[in-house]
């Protein structure tokens, strides 16, 4: 160990410790707790490097987990919280807006796999509200609501036409096996087309925006007897999207055919993002 220490016997400045975690951490000290800048090396692999505030995350930093997936971004109380970019594992990327660990706000998740890509709203950690699901040779365009596409839209198509419609909720067919006892019908979105029109400009309905609020600030420290940060370190169960589980049946039958097919797996379930970036999805809690 070597570090710094004041009046006090506080570590205070630069210095490297091993803790009794078995962690490590080299960086600066104020008044006993980690605040500056430092690097945090985990046991299990994965290390922090970025800015801390009386013990916390707080401020511009990198966390790589240990599966390899990383963030870089900002940080407030220990949490993802402000802009910021997470590199999953399967290599699909977010790139915006985030609240409490979750994405929130406007940003960008882009699949690796098919290069398709969501531009809209997101509500903590789900695709909610005005958006865009543009693939290679054609987009959606409307509004999402529980991760799901819903209400008015248009699909526009590179070859200089829009398809106008609606998607609306439909029943669920149920099993045999279900009639005997009362069960949840589940819901889903059916695509219902109207019309066929030349291309026009489309203008995205975002909410209203809300009186800027200030990020969570650093608790109150608990007393500092460093034994190292919180074991937090899978990527969390709000890292990824899980909403492209519905079957190809919920694409509108006249957009089923091949260089369609290889462009929409996030929507129409050829495989989803995976939340623990262990397994791979068919596509997207922070």
């Not at 993802?80 to 929130?104: C, I, K, M, P, S």
């Not at 309905?205 to 609020?213: D, I, N, R, Y």
């Amino acid at each position: 160990m070597e570090w710094d220490r004041n009046e006090a016997g506080e570590r205070h400045g630069h210095g490297k410790a091993r803790l009794p975690n078995g962690d490590t951490y080299e960086g600066d000290y104020e008044h006993g707790k980690r605040h500056g800048q430092g690097i945090y090396k985990f046991k299990n692999g994965a290390r922090y490097i970025g800015e801390y505030v009386k013990n916390k995350k707080h401020g511009q930093g990198t966390f790589i987990y240990p599966d390899g997936s990383r963030y870089e971004g900002e940080w407030a109380n220990d949490l993802r919280h402000g802009h910021g970019v997470y590199y999953y594992v399967n290599n699909d990327t977010y790139t915006g807006e985030w609240l409490a660990h979750q994405r929130h706000g406007q940003g960008t998740y882009v699949y690796a796999e098919t290069g398709s890509k969501y531009v809209g709203t997101w509500v903590n950690g789900q695709q909610e509200g005005a958006a865009q699901l543009i693939h290679l040779n054609h987009r959606y365009q409307g509004k999402f609501v529980n991760k799901h596409p819903f209400g008015p839209g248009k699909y526009v198509f590179d070859i200089g036409c829009e398809q106008h419609g609606e998607y609306r909720l439909t029943d669920a067919e149920r099993g045999e096996e279900e009639e005997e006892e009362e069960t949840l019908v589940t819901v889903i979105p059916k695509w219902r087309a109207t019309k066929i029109t030349e291309l026009a400009l489309w203008t995205p309905t975002l909410p209203e925006e809300l009186p800027p609020t200030d990020g969570p600030g650093p608790e109150e420290p608990m007393t500092d007897v460093s034994e190292g940060e919180m074991d937090f370190l899978r990527p969390g169960e709000e890292d990824g999207d899980v909403f492209g589980q519905e079957s190809r049946e919920n694409v509108p039958e006249e957009l089923q055919y091949d260089t369609i097919d290889q462009g929409e797996p996030e929507l129409w379930g050829s495989r989803r993002e995976e939340d623990t970036h262990a397994r791979r999805p068919a596509s997207g809690q922070a």
